[in-house]
């Protein structure tokens, strides 16, 4: 994750950053028991810095990641010292490990393990499933037991997938809000984050580092931005209020064009005295939609009270059908059969239609969806 000021902040996103925790926030996670798995990552190590700063009883820290487990835990311990820490080094997909997270039953989980990398889950399709889906299920069954809420950490490429990763985060959506727990259970959908580790930006401003060419995918395609604090915030405001709604997104403004994006960045480079040749249009890659959407599926966003956020209900699921996918999916993921996979995924997303690259590559043998695409 590369680190930025607020001014680079403001002119990248062309609005000011949004203040999004309140203190009623903080309050109500004051002496509670939190858990995060993927704490580790971008949106995990910041999640566990502002739950610590905001006095939890106990603070449980998941990832599988060693390095990154052991940075987090040596800087929440050395900030936060009298935080009753503990870190576990493991993975959501092993009921073991799962099991030792939620041991003490945490009051509050947050879920942001997953595999987020659009073009990597592509060529991943069985360890995208088996960790988005397949794992979240195991933190979703084992918060039901704990008797914990859950907020599963989202993205907006589950609105009307086109890729992987948008198919496998849309199903493991779908999972926890067919739980059938009212106010137990949540959703937030977040836009890219800005400088979060493999994101658009890093890899811009990684280029200019290297003197080479800013890499633009497409200049006219859009994406929503919010930064890490934003995206953080909205975590906590989901994980800690009394709300019946199911999904919720903070307000990002109007979506940003890449082109317009990378004219940002080039400006702010050259004004630092940076020398690199100009942007170099590179194409979509597979699984890469031109415009991101931040609700499909029957969702009507409606504002909450605090003005920075936006909730809705979601529309009825039917579990039977999703639970008949889940099953076809974990057999093919145990059978490392990336093509049945991608047919559980489309049996399980209705408006799930992946790339056709991607089909070519994987299916033994043509079908509709893959025509469509």
Aim: hydrophobic share 45%; with cysteine.
């Amino acid at each position: 994750m590369i680190e930025l000021d607020s001014q680079l902040t403001s002119e990248i996103l062309g609005r000011a950053t949004r203040p999004v925790l309140a203190d009623e926030t903080r309050t109500a996670l004051q002496g509670r028991t939190v858990l995060i798995t993927g704490a580790g990552g971008s949106i995990g190590s910041e999640l566990a810095r502002q739950v610590a700063a905001c006095g939890p009883r106990g603070l449980t820290l998941l990832d599988q990641s060693e390095y990154h487990l052991f940075q987090i835990e040596a800087e929440v311990r050395r900030r936060w010292s009298a935080v009753a820490l503990r870190a576990v080094l493991g993975d959501i997909t092993r009921a073991a490990d799962v099991a030792e997270a939620f041991d003490g039953a945490p009051e509050i989980a947050l879920h942001a393990a997953a595999y987020k990398h659009v073009t990597m889950a592509e060529r991943a399709i069985v360890a995208a499933a088996r960790v988005n889906v397949l794992g979240t299920a195991m933190v979703l069954e084992a918060a039901r037991r704990a008797g914990s809420r859950m907020v599963l950490v989202s993205s907006d490429k589950a609105a009307e997938p086109a890729s992987v990763m948008g198919a496998t985060k849309r199903m493991a959506e779908m999972l926890v809000l067919a739980s059938g727990e009212a106010g137990q259970r949540a959703v937030v959908r977040f836009g890219n984050v800005l400088g979060s580790s493999g994101s658009v930006l890093e890899l811009m401003v990684r280029a200019i580092e290297q003197g080479a060419p800013i890499p633009v995918t497409d200049p006219s395609a859009t994406r929503y931005f919010m930064t890490v604090s934003e995206a953080v915030s909205l975590v906590l405001t989901a994980g800690c209020g009394p709300h019946q709604s199911d999904v919720f997104w903070v307000d990002m403004g109007e979506p940003i064009r890449i082109g317009d994006l990378a004219a940002r960045v080039e400006r702010w480079a050259r004004s630092q005295g940076r020398t690199f040749p100009g942007t170099r249009v590179i194409g979509l890659r597979d699984g890469e939609k031109r415009d991101e959407q931040l609700t499909t599926q029957g969702l009507e966003m409606t504002p909450t009270l605090n003005p920075h956020v936006w909730t809705a209900r979601q529309t009825p699921i039917d579990v039977t059908e999703l639970t008949a996918a889940v099953e076809q999916l974990s057999t093919a993921v145990e059978h490392g059969d990336a093509a049945s996979v991608l047919e559980a995924l489309v049996d399980g997303v209705p408006d799930f239609i992946p790339a056709a690259a991607t089909c070519a590559r994987v299916l033994p043998r043509p079908v509709a969806f893959a025509e469509a695409a």
